[in-house]
């Protein structure tokens, strides 16, 4: 399975996506982040086309791969992979994460529309409604866009794909952590609270306390959001198992 995470806009959760609902739900999956290249005056390069080559080239050489695009690159993907016609066809799916947000919802609906334009069918474009907050229904906090997808169906938008705004994923940015690894940590914090010393160690273990618990929580989110996307092995089995647009 290879799956690109996508869209124009940024601060829409691609990167949790890719890490942490994908990446351990797909057996021997690796990730690829295709990010700007910081220069020496703080301003992001575009994606140049030898990368692009390169990352074609690898994909002929993997079998499970999540390449998650930063937002600063899409464009000039998009542009390249016009130019390399065909290149859609190496990715078995193209995840696009989005948030209530109106503006981000509006390049939700622009990226789907550029992948439609250089040949992804709507069976392998598929859409994750992310940092959704608790009480909102998705059909009230992403109108805009599913009444898009429901007009034009260029992509499949499930909206039992979505994820709820979760401080978890702020907590272990950064660190490579396993939210299931942390979720399955049997660790007895709270004797070991009661045996610390200090009460900085008392915060600290009371940090990770928190953190597991959170976990612990969030997990059975991640994989009733991974079932619904109806990830299987190939572009034509996704075709087969996929839900209806507007589900």
């Known amino acids: 399975m290879k799956i690109a995470v996508i869209n124009f806009s940024g601060n829409v959760g691609k990167t949790t996506v890719a890490r942490h609902l994908l990446v351990p739900r797909l057996p021997g999956a690796e990730l690829v982040c295709v990010e700007s290249i910081n220069a020496d005056d703080g301003q992001g390069q575009a994606l140049r086309g030898r990368q692009f080559g390169e990352l074609q080239e690898y994909l002929q050489t993997v079998e499970s791969v999540v390449v998650d695009i930063g937002a600063s690159n899409v464009e000039e993907l998009l542009a390249l992979m016009r130019k390399y016609r065909g290149s859609q066809e190496d990715f078995d799916c193209f995840i696009v994460p989005t948030v209530p947000a109106l503006k981000q919802q ?74 299931a690894a942390l979720a399955r940590d049997s660790t007895d914090y709270k004797a070991l609270i009661g045996k610390a010393r200090s009460t900085e160690d008392k915060l600290a273990l009371a940090q990770k306390l928190a953190t597991s618990r959170l976990a612990s929580g969030v997990l059975p989110e991640l994989d009733a959001c991974f079932a619904a996307l109806g990830l299987t092995a190939s572009g034509d089995a996704i075709a087969v198992s996929a839900p209806s647009a507007t589900a």
Request: glycine letters at 8%; aromatic letters at 6%.
């Open 106 to 179: 509006q390049d939700t609906i622009a990226t789907l529309v550029e992948l439609a334009h250089i040949g992804v069918p709507a069976s392998r474009l598929k859409v994750v409604f992310n940092m959704v907050e608790d009480g909102i229904e998705v059909g009230r906090a992403f109108d805009t866009l599913l009444a898009f997808v429901a007009e034009l169906p260029i992509a499949q938008a499930d909206m039992r794909c979505c994820l709820g705004d979760n401080e978890i994923y702020e907590r272990v940015k950064g660190a490579g952590v396993d939210i």
